[in-house]
């Protein structure tokens, strides 16, 4: 089954309907609260956790399963498509050049993803190049620079110059050499005019293919206000979820792929270069569920 790594409770309300051809209002009542609680608890909205919690329910209730499939098999089907409409399909993101702005408030993660992402499409074969725009937060420099070493992709930044729009463009000059241009911006302690003002001058002048929102899988619903935001000024293509290694499930991020109309892109896993996966679905409702 796609869904491997399912709560203990879910999981047991599941193994209730062993031998059952036909599921009760109250199995399926039993198990949509099972769902809602591990979501909820995993910081999904609730209006989200609600339209999640209709549809499974009518579905299941009237979908006649399909001739020899167990009423377990045709619910776990239901709650698998259904997580799936909810978490969405992965950002689309073509292995070819192109300019990826990176957006988030200060320790969201942005500078970590920049150097991961730059590494991942290394891998896959790309030349990528990172430009750090962050004259904000003391140290983004040398830590931006640190990780690209050691993700040994190139790297364009200036400790000198405290113009982040003159840096970008500089930044894209001296890297015109690479495929992919992954251009890391600076955040602030919440969402302030100079940092929208920022971000838009940036925008303006790097003309990306794609800007992603970066959030921390701790966000819970402060996301709203965030998606928001950006997406009004600068319009937000895919989000970025880190520290999934901790605690954190990362339901909060749904909302601002929701308020997007977005996807997500990638998940980070941990503090090196290399945690870093790809956004697939079936992986992380596994997570949310769990
Ligand atoms: P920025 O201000 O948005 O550029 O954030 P940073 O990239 O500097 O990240 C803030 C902190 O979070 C740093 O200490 C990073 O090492 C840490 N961090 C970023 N991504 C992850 C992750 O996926 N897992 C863990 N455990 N830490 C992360």
Known sequence: ??????????????????????????DVEEIVKEIQR?????????????????????????????????AKDHVLKIVYEEMVELVGDSTELPLENQTILLAGLQGSGKTTSAAKMAWWFSKK?????????????????????????????????????????????????????????????????????????????IEGVVDPDRSLLVLDAAIGQGAKDQARQFEKSIGIEGVVITKLDGTAKGGGALTAVNETDSSIAFLGTGETVQDIERFEPSGFISRLLG
């Open 1 to 26: 089954m796609v869904l491997d790594d399912l709560g203990t409770s879910l999981r047991s309300s599941l193994d209730k309907l062993q031998g059952k051809s036909r599921l009760s209002e109250s």
């Open 38 to 70: 591990s979501l909820l608890s995993a910081d999904v909205d609730v209006s989200l956790v609600m339209e999640l919690s209709d549809s499974i329910k009518s579905r299941a209730l009237e979908e006649e399963p399909p001739g020899g499939t167990t």
């Open 125 to 201: 074969g790309l030349r990528p190049a990172v430009i750090q725009t962050d004259t904000f937060r003391p140290g983004a420099y040398d830590q931006a620079k640190q990780m690209c070493e050691r993700a040994e992709v190139d790297f364009y930044g200036n400790p000198d110059n405290d113009d982040p729009v003159d840096i970008a463009r500089t930044g894209l000059e001296a890297t015109e050499d690479a495929d992919v241009h992954i251009v890391d911006t600076a955040g602030r302690h919440a969402l302030e005019d100079d940092l929208i003002a920022e971000i838009e001058e």
